[in-house]
């Protein structure tokens, strides 16, 4: 069956762009994760979803991310303004929504901001 | 709130030789534990996790974890390792059923690359 997917997989935008970064989770899973990858680093989290809510927003590192979720699907992760520190690959994580419970992982996102 | 350490960034292996990958975690809560693999330009895989049981863990590709808990670690062990073994590893944990939290958001190690001469 079909795995997680995101797009784009590379986008490479300037200073101060708005950017969306988009992702498919697998069909009739409930939770939905982004992690964000900085080069060298193990993937960090930013945000996760129970169905169509943001459960846990925690990560987010400020005001300029935003993610939705709005059918309890496909997810948007949001970026305004975007500096050069935003580079990195986006990761995004979907699984049937119960601890413990294997996180699928897309292919990422790559960020880059010049 | 959890942290993983992972003691080495890179280790390079001989093929068919034995490897371990090292692990350390502090939390102040009970957690779960996973090790993924990431191959080049590919997304993350899950080897293997650790739930409740048997401190042993088997996984994908002839991997295997133990879990230690008065050592807080969680090594990846093979005991021999082929040229598809070459990828970055990351050890990652959750918080458990009991661990006061309702969901399983991960907190990752900062990898380890693991390279395979022949």
């Known amino acids: 069956g079909a795995g997680v997917s995101q797009t784009p997989s590379n986008k490479v935008t300037e200073k101060g762009k708005y950017v969306e970064l988009r992702c498919d989770p697998i069909?009739?899973?409930?939770?939905l994760y982004w992690y964000r990858q900085s080069l060298g680093q193990g993937p960090e989290f930013l945000i996760y979803?129970?169905?169509?809510?943001?459960?846990?927003d925690s990560g987010l590192p400020n005001d300029r991310f935003f993610a939705v979720r709005p059918e309890g699907s496909v997810s948007t992760l949001k970026i305004q303004r975007t500096e050069r520190g935003d580079s990195a690959v986006y990761l995004c994580?979907?699984?049937?929504?119960?601890?413990?419970?294997?996180?699928?992982f897309g292919p990422g996102t790559r960020l880059l901001v010049l | 709130a959890q942290s993983v350490t992972q003691l080495d960034s890179q280790v390079p292996v001989f093929e068919e030789a034995p490897v371990e990958l090292r692990c350390n975690y502090s939390?102040?809560?009970?957690?779960?534990l996973f090790w993924y693999v990431q191959y080049p330009n590919q997304g993350l895989q899950l080897l293997l996790k650790?739930?409740?049981?048997?401190?042993l863990v088997k996984g994908i590709n002839g991997f295997e974890a133990e879990f230690n808990k008065s050592q807080t670690s969680f090594h990846l062990r093979k005991p021999s390792v082929h040229i598809s073994d070459t990828a970055e590893y990351f050890c990652?944990?959750?918080?458990?059923?009991?661990?006061?939290?309702?969901?399983?958001?991960?907190?990752f190690g900062q990898g380890t690359i693991l390279t395979v001469h022949p």
């Open positions: 994580a979907s699984s049937p929504g119960q601890k413990g419970e294997t996180q699928y």
């Open positions: 979803f129970q169905g169509t809510g943001a459960a846990d």
């Open positions: 069909s009739g899973h409930t939770a």
């Open positions: 939390s102040s809560v009970s957690v779960y």
């Open positions: 650790y739930l409740s049981g048997s401190t």
């Open positions: 990652a944990v959750s918080p458990s059923l009991l661990g006061g939290t309702s969901y399983g958001k991960l907190t």
